[in-house]
């Protein structure tokens, strides 16, 4: 039976994702990435970035907790080697040959701001293309990192075959639910806390493996059980009180710093906030949002190929209007929030009816599956 509850918060999550890429490429906060604020902070607060502050904490792990589920489900219909055929064309192949197809755009924007302090002066345009490519991975990080997290989950359901450690997980209660967030702050606390700049370091913190493990197999073991998915729900009011309150509290005393930074994220209070945040928000589509309509059909169909190619629309429009014109920043930020949620599923249409670039983009087959 299909849990539309799981479904809608997936698409959900998706657009919240789509919203913050909005705020963030303007911010002024010193998160890295986008084209930066329209002044320095704190002469220009720019109180709209609070929208980071409230989503960055949660809403990445909250994704790999519900792949985790997810790939409880799909790996108890199919075979071991069906599911990791289907999550490497569905994962894989945008993550890599995709880079080369349709997201080398994304790289153009992203290599364009760089260009304008000479960084490609001189460079050779197939060595530009194939740099641009690379550039232009942004969002495709997450289902990069999934598919080697999938990799992961497979030899650790080798070593638990008879399912003993998952069916002692579905024995948890909220007590010991709400005490797992121990492993959120252990997860945190795993990012390289000074990143050496001529390293890898900067890279590693941005897919953060060891840390988005935990919540994915935390997803497979234990949020996957239909007991603790009660447990959940029958909760759902202080839980999400309890998470409003700790980020009201968070976002009061932080507001202003770099919310991504390795000792921002693993603070006591961001990583309460964040674990209930997630805790809250499936207690509260489990309790409220188990039900579908013809929209939500659509997103749960399509919100996938909308997170694979809204970051283009975001890099375009946002590029554009920021160097280009001399629009109030208000309307910057509407006119690429419109463009970003109209344009977006415009495009992933268009996409998904090409034979072979829906494959390489999209990791699909067919427009309709």
Known sequence: MRKHWLDN?????????????????????????????????????QYQDVVMYILYPWFMPLMFILAGVSARYALERHSAREWLRARTRKLLVPGTIGLFVFHWMVGYFNTVVAAREGVFEGVPGPVKYIIMAFSGIGPLWFIQLLWLLSLVLLAVRALDKKDRFWNWCGKANIFCIILLGVLFWVGEHTLIQNPR???????????????????????????????????????????????????????GTTFGQDNTSPQYLGSPLNCLYGWLACLAMMAW????????????????????????????????????????????SWSMYLILTVAVFTLSPLLYEVLRRIPFIRWCVLGVKGPGK
């Open 197 to 251: 700049p001529e390293t890898m370091d900067g890279l590693l913190n941005l897919y953060k493996p060891l840390f988005y493990l935990i919540p994915f197999l935390l997803g497979y073991f234990v949020f996957s059980h239909e007991s603790v998915q009660e447990a959940l729900g029958k909760v759902w009011v202080p839980l999400l009180a309890c998470a409003v309150v700790a980020g009201g509290i968070l976002i």
């Open 285 to 328: 589509f489990k309790a409220k949002w188990d039900r579908t309509s013809p929209f939500a059909a659509y997103m749960t169909r399509s919100s996938y190929g909308l997170y694979i190619v809204h970051y283009l629309v975001v890099a375009s429009f946002g590029y554009m209007m920021k160097t280009y014109t001399q629009l109030p």
């Open 9 to 45: 918060l997936r698409w959900v999550t998706v657009l919240l994702v789509l919203l913050y890429h909005v705020i963030y490429f303007y911010n002024n906060k010193g998160v890295f990435g986008g084209i930066g604020g329209f002044g320095p902070y704190p002469e220009y607060p």
